[in-house]
């Protein structure tokens, strides 16, 4: 069990206060976590001790290279990957999605087909959707509104000899549904030879990520959303990466990682992930021994890892049930996605709701004017809002969970919509 007064401690944005001195209540982690001590301590000691640019003979631009280094391998350690060599910096997600499908394009034909989901952030489905002006041709596979579930029937109806990739989402952004990526990389095999590339943005900070068990070919996250600073992260076979050519100036590095790398990193933000890395496995050390993996399979860091998200899911699911109930019992209140807790494996700790009485940003101004975050609208998962009916009546409130929430503030949030339905308009 995490001790959360101890891990509340090392996140300083978890003690701000408002002008009555009641802590907030931080519940916009999809959009982008908080931040532990570790983390703005060593983007710190970046700028004072190895600010500067890569490559150089001398002992800051030798810091700097080995800092990058380090941090290939930590993430190759979060995500499970065969090798550091198989991780690529970016500046988020979105744009390291856009830059390898324009890359891909090079080796996809007038024809040639791409699957996207209308359960996917837009980051997933726009730089596929770019294509099109190539002459690629987009296929949608949709979902059942009732339970947020993927279609995968009509995926794999979808699936045909001229579909080269697959991109869909580890987990929805707006109603939480995790989709059951090696079931689907399976799926895809036993039909194409096509590459799957999965976002995992949304799922990174609540569960333990195996790529090699995954099956998949490419799978993108970033660090802001699993409690590090704002940069984007690709991992991809390196097979693939070697034979995708890149858009890169003419003296840079002509191999994968640095030739999908274009211009200087966020190299002082490549630190704070490398300290984020740290932070999770401490946590595993400290507070995951129920979740203690195989160690054949995660020696070391990697095992540690595991049981540091195995560890948050446990705690998240706890927290879930308490923020799903305590909404079900006020009226007018609709709640999106799985609600039925023996399927709560299915989904994140992410939850969308409406009020009959209500607009999302009545309720998510409300909610903020007691110190509480969380957001409203489509948060660009904009083909999900629209399926679901709400683009017209402003989208849903989302609240998302992390595992430094408190059950304490469960129960604010639970109150101030209570109390708001209450008051009536």
């Known amino acids: 069990m995490l001790n959360l007064s101890k891990i509340r401690q090392q996140f300083p944005a978890l003690k701000e206060t408002d002008a009555q001195g009641q802590p907030y209540a931080f519940f916009d982690g999809p959009g982008g976590t908080q931040v532990p001590h570790q983390v703005i301590t060593a983007m710190n000691r970046y700028l004072t001790e190895a600010n500067a640019n890569h490559g150089g003979h001398f002992i800051t631009s030798q810091r700097n290279d080995q800092l990058i280094e380090t941090t290939r391998q930590a993430m190759a350690d979060f995500l499970n990957a065969s090798a550091a060599k198989e991780i690529v910096f970016g500046q988020n997600m979105t744009s390291l999605t856009f830059n390898l499908s ?5 080796l996809f034909q007038p024809g040639d087909e791409i699957i996207v989901t209308n359960l996917d952030h837009d980051a ?18 949709d979902f059942d509104v009732t339970d947020c579930r993927l279609d995968l029937t009509q995926l794999t109806d979808s699936l045909s000899e001229k579909t080269k990739l697959v991109a869909v989402g580890y987990a929805s952004n707006a109603v939480g549904t995790i989709n059951p990526i090696a079931k689907i990389v399976e799926l895809v095999r036993q039909k194409s030879s096509a590459w799957v590339w999965v976002d995992a943005v949304h799922y990174a900070p609540h569960g333990p990520i195996d790529v090699q068990a995954l099956g998949c ?12 600073p704002h940069i984007g992260v690709l991992w991809g076979r390196y097979d693939l990466l070697e034979q995708i050519p890149a858009y890169k100036v003419r003296p840079a590095d002509d191999n994968p990682p640095g030739k999908f790398e274009t211009g200087t990193q ?43 998200m195995q560890t948050i899911m446990h705690h998240e699911r706890e927290l879930f049930t308490t923020l799903l109930n305590g909404l079900q019992t006020i009226p007018e209140v609709t709640i999106y996605g799985l609600t039925n807790s023996a399927e709560f494996a299915e989904r994140c700790p992410t939850l969308a709701f409406t009020h009959a009485k209500f607009s999302p940003t009545e309720i998510a101004a409300y909610l903020g004017e007691r110190g509480i975050f969380v957001w409203n609208g489509h948060y660009y998962a904009i083909t999900v809002i629209n399926r679901l009916g709400l683009a017209e009546s402003g989208g849903a409130v989302r609240v998302g969970l992390a595992h430094y929430n408190t059950p304490d503030e469960i129960e604010r949030l639970i109150l101030a919509v209570r109390e708001m339905a209450e008051r009536g308009s």
């Open 266 to 308: 966020n190299h002082e933000g490549i630190a704070g992930t490398n300290a984020t890395i740290a932070y999770l496995a401490e946590l595993g050390r400290t507070y995951g021994q129920s979740f203690a993996p195989d160690p054949t399979c995660y020696p070391a860091r990697r095992g540690e890892l595991k049981q540091a």
């Open 124 to 141: 997933n489905i726009s730089p596929w959707l770019a294509l099109e002006e190539q002459g690629i041709i987009i296929k949608w596979v």
């Open 102 to 106: 324009r890359a891909m394009s090079r």
């Open 217 to 228: 070919d490419f799978l993108v996250c970033s660090a802001y959303k699993f409690f590090g």
